[in-house]
DNA sequence: GTTCACTACCCAATCGTTTGGGTAGTGAGG
DNA sequence: CCTCACTACCCAAACGATTGGGTAGTGAAC
């Protein structure tokens, strides 16, 4: 690194110091094994080899990717990444993006469509490989224009039918927490369902809900809230459940934990203890969870994974492979919360 | 938003479909207005405009940059993102560049000087036009190294001497905390400091112990106690604390809500409850705080503002304007967890 | 002593913009 | 009629890399 920055020598330079063509220092340094070979002689090219390494040279990206088409750029969009879940899987986006040698950008559209369309033309503005889309709505007609517009693209965290995407089996994560608080004995349950416009919200209730008549259970569309994801959403609809005197459910199932956070605070101004009074669920078991003052139970989704299966997702569309959409396995991690069995009141 | 995909339309199409120059375009549409005068007539120029807008014409920013050798991008480099302080400062980054017209990337190290160092290569590699660094260590000697190789750049979050920087006034949010225990009647603290590498910890610290001082207590060494910035760091430290039989504190300060939270549940393991038996605040106000099941006092910082702030100084930098460090003003907000008056036991 | 196949390179166009420097044409002033 | 100052443009050279297509030179085979 003797370039006081990078940037500040070009191929023309080191093709000039050494009295060669920019193209055959092009060819050595960027072109494939084969490529290299025909363009020069083992000992010129370790000549260019050594230089390049000594002056600091590095290829000038906008240079480049003028040229070739291609940026190495890709694009993540996500509501929010003050939303832990989105910045743990961006987390495992970024590590993938830098091993296939890539960056990304990432955007935030706070779950508003006009701001996630605005946000998604800046970034293919700036000439993004392919987009990584984490904010997904059910109704999903930008992804049908992006497809139309043949924009390289995947999706993360939520999953749309007919789109190749990277998920947790939130289905069978609902499904888990359904068959744990049955076996526990609880028999009335409410869920705090999430945004009705979020497959991750949508998938976890109805897992849940299915698995629970199955068994036998019974659960009224009355005991199903849609909310927001945050402590503040949990906790306004863990409150409207709880006041409800016809019908005070055992046990919540909500589907995010922060929401599940703002529901054991809803519960503790209705004076009730978390864990024997009422039992509460969470999802996705972020690094909170076990620490709370209660622990709280929570499904653990592979978030990093999803990040970096986003990632290999893309990189293959970008190579016109052929894809299928991954599902990860969930694992249900019982703690305080709900560790109580119902039965034995 | 005619074309197929940004960027299958350029200068030189709109030109030859006017019978006009590329450079005349150019002009048009990119000029200061002084520039877009002298080149042509109003009726042409508005052809120009309307022709683009019809067509969807968006400049190709690899040529532009390439060109301009100004990328219109920022480097912002964090700890990580899972932090929700560091996340809410990159989202108030993220508002403002937007607002500017520029894009970020953002890059985590984990605090590990190496990545570190790594990241910001692969940023100044991309030719990002400046950097926000948001993990500076107190030792800082990559900033020199910065410094020297002319790359502009500005620090967010911790503070260096000598380096411009957005920042909260820690010293001052520290002495907050010790004035609101001191008059709580709290004699015996404890302090979990954080990472003796962060100005943040360092600072809020420096101005607890000082200020408690003042006000005539005392604060062993043995009371300050460094630690992760995470939940199990704080759980740790707590542990730790907790278990000196010699000196148990009726309030612990932690730098940090996550080491709070996580203090929280270790004062649950030794059977302590939080808010009668032992007063616990900690420091950002991130969301949750509130929303616990025991309401977290903490100090509020302005995270948002912070990030806002740190693009307004790069900006200045590059527009080679004076730069002073900004410190901004945080705010106790007391909460269950310390409001109960010692003195009255 | 041609032809042939290599090897080890060089040449020039190209990607899409920007920008310093022209230059025709027009109308006014002297 | 000539000069002068505009106006409204055009021209061409960059920026740094890539890539299809050369071409001199060498050694061997026929």
């Known amino acids: 690194m003797t370039g006081i920055r990078p940037g500040s020598v070009t191929l023309k330079d080191l093709a000039a110091e050494l009295g060669l063509h920019p193209s055959t220092v092009s060819r050595i340094l960027h072109g494939k094994a084969e490529t290299a070979r025909g363009a ?11 230089l390049a390494k000594k002056v600091g040279y590095s290829p000038d990206p906008q240079a480049t990717s003028l040229r070739t088409r291609r940026t190495h750029l890709l694009g993540v969009i996500v509501p929010r990444l003050s939303d832990l879940v989105l910045a743990v899987m961006y987390e495992g986006i970024d590590e993938a993006a830098d091993d296939a040698n890539y960056s990304t950008f990432v955007m935030t559209s706070r779950d508003d469509t006009s701001i996630q369309r605005r946000k998604m033309e800046i970034m293919l503005s700036r000439r993004v490989d392919g987009l990584i889309i984490g904010d997904a709505h059910l109704d999903g007609n930008i992804l049908d224009e992006l497809t139309e517009r ?12 007919g789109f190749a995407s990277a998920t947790c089996d939130d289905t069978l994560g609902g499904a888990l927490v359904a068959q744990h608080l049955w076996d526990q004995g609880h028999r009335d349950v409410s869920i705090i369902a999430g945004e009705p416009y979020a497959s991750t919200a949508v998938d976890r209730t ?9 068994l036998g259970g019974t659960i009224p569309e009355s005991a199903i809230v849609w909310s927001r994801f945050d402590t503040t959403g949990g906790h306004t609809a863990a409150d409207s459940i709880l006041r409800d005197t016809h019908r005070r459910p055992s046990a919540i199932f909500a589907v995010n934990d922060f929401a599940a956070i703002g529901a054991m605070g809803a519960a ?8 024997s009074d009422l039992a509460i669920v969470g999802f996705n078991d972020t690094s909170l969870a076990a620490q709370l003052p209660i622990a709280l139970s929570s499904v653990r989704s592979p978030m990093l994974d999803i990040g970096r299966v986003a990632v290999k997702l893309l990189l293959d569309v970008l190579n ?14 019982v703690r305080d919360s709900s560790d109580f069995t119902w039965a034995a009141r």
Do not use: Y
């Open 268 to 275: 503790n101004s209705h004076g009730l203890h978390v864990g």
């Open 206 to 214: 109805q897992g849940f809900v299915s698995r629970f008549r199955t």
């Open 150 to 161: 043949k924009v390289p693209f995947v999706l993360m965290n939520r999953a749309i039918a």
């Open 320 to 333: 016109e492979d052929a894809v299928e959409s991954v599902k990860l396995l969930p694992v249900l991690c």
């Open 40 to 50: 020069a002689a083992p000992v010129t090219a370790q000549r260019v080899r050594d």
